[in-house]
């Protein structure tokens, strides 16, 4: 499957302050998803995108996927503290299975 | 997500012993996965299964087997465990068959200690 890459491993921020974290395959990929993993817990779905240069918003998270399909980036506007965990985007792997990046653990202070 | 139940929750064992942790779920789903977490490295598949009769390895199989007793039952075994194999294990399940969609739904988590 391929592999997606995921920067920048941490983020720290101030509430209210903007945050982007970034998935790069080098292979193109059929679709991306996103997860979130709030700490201590498990992650959960947010979105998938399927369409070369798709954008979905959902209230102050924005997803984007490239024109060639070989990357895709997560938006959040004005952070909030409940907006900590960490954000994982996974490829697919071998039809349907996934392969997930590292993720990017984003800390918010008030 | 409550319909997909993970058993035990944590467990601390020793280098050799054999172990099993088990996957429920109740959301009638016909694939589910097992992930291992560690700190920095994501997720990473260790194997996954799209029906009662098919499994397949995944990117660290090695030192794993599972078996799939039922479709709505997915294990995983360490047969001789070793310390390396600390770490947070996910069960996570999707629904192909009626949805077309590889959205995952993941258990709570197995949190595994081998000393």
């Known amino acids: 499957g391929q592999q997606v890459m995921q920067i920048p491993q941490y983020q720290h921020v101030q509430e209210g302050e903007d945050f982007t974290t970034y998935c790069n395959s080098s292979?193109?990929?059929?679709?991306i998803q996103w997860y979130k993993q709030r700490p201590g817990g498990h992650p959960v779905f947010l979105i998938q995108?399927?369409?070369?240069?798709e954008v979905k918003k959902q209230k102050r998270l924005t997803f984007q996927f490239g024109e060639a399909k070989k990357n895709s980036s997560l938006h959040i506007t004005a952070t909030q503290t409940t907006d900590v965990g960490t954000y994982f985007c996974?490829?697919?792997?071998?039809?349907?299975?996934?392969?997930f990046g590292k993720g990017t653990s984003l800390l918010v202070t008030p | 997500d409550a319909d997909v139940t993970q058993t035990p929750r944590n467990r601390i064992t020793k280098t050799g012993k054999r172990i099993m942790l088990e996957c429920s779920q109740t959301?009638?789903?016909?694939?589910m996965y097992w992930y291992r977490q560690d700190p920095g490295l994501g997720l990473r598949l260790i194997y996954y299964?799209?029906?009662?009769?098919?499994?397949n390895k995944g990117e660290i199989s090695d030192g794993y087997s599972v078996s799939r007793q039922a479709q709505a039952k997915f294990s995983l075994s360490l047969e001789s465990a070793i310390p390396n194999q600390t770490a947070l294990y996910f069960c996570?399940?999707?629904?192909?068959?009626?949805?077309?969609?590889?959205?995952?739904?993941f258990g709570p988590g197995t949190r595994l200690t081998v000393l």
């Open positions: 996570a399940t999707s629904d192909f068959r009626t949805s077309g969609s590889n959205e995952q739904f």
């Open positions: 299964s799209f029906d009662v009769k098919d499994i």
């Open positions: 292979t193109t990929l059929s679709n």
């Open positions: 959301k009638g789903h016909d694939r």
């Open positions: 996974a490829g697919p792997h071998s039809g349907y299975a996934l392969n």
């Open positions: 995108l399927v369409k070369s240069g």
